[in-house]
């Protein structure tokens, strides 16, 4: 089966910058159906992946044209939706699958106990089971965000305005709320913009500002 991929444009943006692009977008787009009614925002936090020698790391700052991280990631600190993801880059595309877990499955990975995945009926879960295996694979750090999103069916447009970026440090306590950490960039958030195809005009124009 072909692997979808997309376009993953990210850019580091002032508080102006965003408060700006954010009031514009606002009536062009829809907030994404997961947010908050009043606020508009919800909480992610995600437990990233990498062998003991931090490749997954290297790569990326690197930039590597050709890499994958692998992340267990939730929503406002609920176990209620749990999301085992691969995430790969392919030169200026990128592609994500998810699998939906349950906080048990999530528990046994974390703790290295992969055994029962080889017989998982998911590709994807087999294929952790196997990277783990093989590049022995261990959660690395926890990074927590607030995402403020916009989308439009078109080209599956989705624009994301992720805040208040911070880190759990050598913590793997990913289902603890109280669990403490560090902010990592300050005054600053990162606009993303993803979309399959083409990026409608009057969209390019309004981020162009």
């Known amino acids: 089966m072909a692997i979808q991929v997309r376009h993953e444009l990210k850019y580091y943006i002032s508080e102006k910058q965003h408060f700006l692009l954010a009031s514009m977008l606002k009536n062009l ?18 437990l990233y992946f990498d062998t003991i020698f931090n490749d997954a790391l290297y790569d990326k700052v690197s930039g590597e044209s050709q890499r994958d991280k692998y ?9 209620k939706v749990v999301n085992l993801e691969c995430k790969s880059k392919y030169d200026n595309y990128i592609s994500k699958r ?45 990074v927590d965000y607030v995402r403020e999103a ?3 069916p078109a080209e599956d447009i989705r624009i994301t305005f992720d805040k208040r970026l911070r880190s759990g440090l050598f913590s793997h306590d990913l289902f603890n709320p109280e669990l403490p950490t560090i902010p990592v960039i300050d005054n600053q958030t990162i606009l993303e913009v993803k979309f399959n ?10 981020l162009s500002l």
């Open 71 to 79: 992340r267990i990631r939730i929503y406002n600190f609920s176990d």
């Open 197 to 206: 195809g083409i990026l409608p005009p009057y969209i390019k124009q309004v």
């Open 98 to 142: 998810s699998v939906s877990i349950n906080r048990d499955i999530a528990e046994q990975i974390m703790a290295g106990d992969f055994s029962g995945l080889y017989y998982s009926p998911s590709g994807l879960l087999r294929d952790v089971a196997r990277e783990i295996n093989l590049k022995l694979l261990r959660p690395a750090v926890i």
């Open 150 to 152: 916009y989308v439009h």
């Open 29 to 46: 787009l829809w907030i994404d159906k997961n947010a908050d009614p009043e606020t508009g925002e919800y909480i992610i936090r995600s």
